[in-house]
């Protein structure tokens, strides 16, 4: 079975600080590892996916994630907040043994203070 | 490419009635699948259609249907609201490349049920 745990469901950085969102993962197969955004009042961007090619990740945004199998964790992160970081992130995980399906964290809100 | 749209994007409804979503995949996305996002459950999966035939089911009761046309456009029908199918209503497509399952969002249709 596929689960995610988003480990933190409010994390706040002030501007110009690292961020850094958990993401833990279950699959019993080798599974494909996404991350969405979700400002207010929109639909979900993807800002990264791990397909298992490189297990460091860059996506867009400045963001990026490691999956790192040992630990079944794909954290992501980025070197500097910017206020317009602001918004709502999903971890997903999805193999190919349930067709499509999307299994998606509970999400954490992150908050960029000036 | 056009994104994937979704209609409409607000409905207000009343208990017992029925509504009816309609998605357009991005042109040449053959899987379009369907979720429910609620403040209290997070993001559900619904199904999954590929060419016209439903691949995949979450935990939804029989009220919640759908279906998928030949040009890959999809409609999701609940009938008999209740008020807890007050939700936003998301639909993603999926062009299905082996080892990449990517799904793009639509915007969602907001559906609150009086």
């Known amino acids: 079975a596929q689960s995610v745990t988003q480990l933190d469901s409010h994390v706040s950085v002030s501007e110009g600080t690292p961020v850094l969102l958990r993401c833990n993962y279950s699959?019993?197969?080798?599974?494909?590892l996404f991350w969405y955004v979700q400002h207010p009042n929109k639909g979900l961007q993807l800002l990264l996916k791990?397909?298992?090619?490189?297990?460091l990740v860059k996506g867009i945004n400045g963001f990026e994630a490691e999956f790192k199998k040992s630990e079944t964790s794909f954290h992501l992160t980025k070197p500097s907040a910017h206020m317009s970081d602001a918004a709502e992130y999903f971890c997903?995980?999805?193999?190919?043994?349930?067709?499509?399906?999307?299994?998606f964290g509970t999400g954490t809100s992150l908050t960029v203070i000036p | 490419k056009a994104g994937v749209t979704q209609t409409p994007r607000y409905l207000i409804k009343t208990r017992g009635q029925q509504v009816t979503l309609s998605c357009s995949p991005i042109?040449?996305?053959?899987?379009v699948s369907w979720y429910q996002q609620t403040p209290g459950q997070g993001l559900q999966f619904l199904f999954e259609?590929?060419?016209?035939?439903?691949?995949n089911k979450g935990n939804f009761p029989g009220r919640f249907s759908g279906r998928q046309f030949s040009n890959s456009r999809s409609e999701m029908n609940v009938s008999t609201l209740e008020l807890g199918d007050s939700a936003l209503y998301l639909c993603?497509?999926?062009?299905?490349?082996?080892?990449?399952?990517?799904?793009?969002f639509g915007p969602g249709t907001r559906l609150t049920v009086l």
């Open positions: 259609y590929f060419s016209e035939t439903q691949r």
């Open positions: 791990y397909t298992s090619a490189a297990t």
């Open positions: 997903v995980v999805s193999d190919h043994t349930t067709g499509n399906q999307f299994y």
């Open positions: 699959s019993s197969y080798s599974p494909s």
């Open positions: 042109s040449g996305h053959r899987s």
């Open positions: 993603a497509s999926s062009l299905i490349i082996q080892g990449d399952n990517e799904q793009f």
